[in-house]
């Protein structure tokens, strides 16, 4: 039982451009949502979250998108650098109707390529 | 801030061996949680702790699978008997209640021979 997917295994963006990488869930109990960037044998880096409450949040050229009613969310880059070339993980939590957040549960990820 | 670390990169060891892991968190973290992620998926949740207690396990965490944090900063996972399908990478993260935003170690590769 997937509850996190992407179902885009890689995206291929030219350097300058907008890259989109989508996410769904299934899960209504999530609440806060996750992007983490990770390069090979290395940990995921955490890049930017947004909460239930919220349908957009914004940091830098990094811009997470929530649609609630759909249970989708999306990341935006722009402008993509080739640096950003790695694989990008969507991850979601759930507070149990509490104040803290427990495990994440992560989707498949989606390998970027930033072409200069 | 260090950032959380973990010890050692990478272990290989014949089958039936037993692994023992080690991660030390961000200091000012109370909770810490235990990932495992296998080629083309993302990480797997196995189990996390607030301070020392165990709060959660997955069904993936067999009886050969063990963790501790008796001190409530630095833990251990501990893998008995190790099986060819234990081969990945083990990944720890730690993070500070109320933020569901938890920070990730390098991780420990493990190859079962």
Redesign the interface.
Same mark, same amino acid.
């Given at each position: 039982d997937q509850q996190?997917k992407q179902n885009s295994p890689s995206l291929s963006v030219q350097e300058g451009r907008i890259s989109i990488l989508n996410c769904d869930y299934t899960n209504s109990m999530f609440d /806060?949502f996750?992007w /983490?960037k990770k390069y090979p044998?290395?940990?995921?880096?955490?890049l930017i979250?947004i909460s239930s409450i919220k349908d957009k949040n914004e940091d830098g050229r990094f811009t997470v998108f929530l649609n609630k009613s759909a249970k989708h969310l999306s990341l935006h880059i722009v402008p993509s650098q080739p640096g950003d070339s790695a694989v990008y993980?969507c991850?979601a939590?759930d507070?149990a109707g509490g104040?803290? /957040?427990?495990?994440?549960?992560?989707?498949?990820?989606t390998i970027l390529t930033v072409h200069p | 801030d260090t950032g959380?670390s =973990?010890d050692p990169r990478h272990k290989i060891t014949k089958r039936g061996q037993n692994v023992t892991f080690r991660c030390d968190p961000i200091s000012e973290h109370n909770r810490l949680?235990w990932?495992r992620q296998t080629l %083309? =998926?993302?990480?797997?949740?196995l189990t996390?702790f607030q301070n020392e207690a165990q709060?959660?396990k !997955?069904r993936l965490l067999s009886d050969r699978f063990s963790a501790e944090r008796p001190k409530g900063s630095f833990s251990t996972l501990e893998i008995q008997r190790t099986e060819q399908g234990d081969s990945a990478m083990y990944?720890c993260?730690s !993070?500070l209640?109320? *933020? %569901? *935003? =938890?920070?990730? %170690?390098? %991780?420990t590769?493990l190859l079962v021979l």
């Open positions: 996190v /806060y996750l /983490y044998a290395e940990g995921p880096t955490f979250s993980f991850a939590s507070s104040t803290s /957040y427990g495990k994440l549960t992560f989707g498949q990820g | 959380v =973990q949680y990932y %083309g =998926q993302g990480p797997e949740f996390y709060l959660e !997955s990944l993260a !993070s209640p109320p *933020t %569901g *935003t =938890q920070y990730f %170690g390098p %991780g590769r």
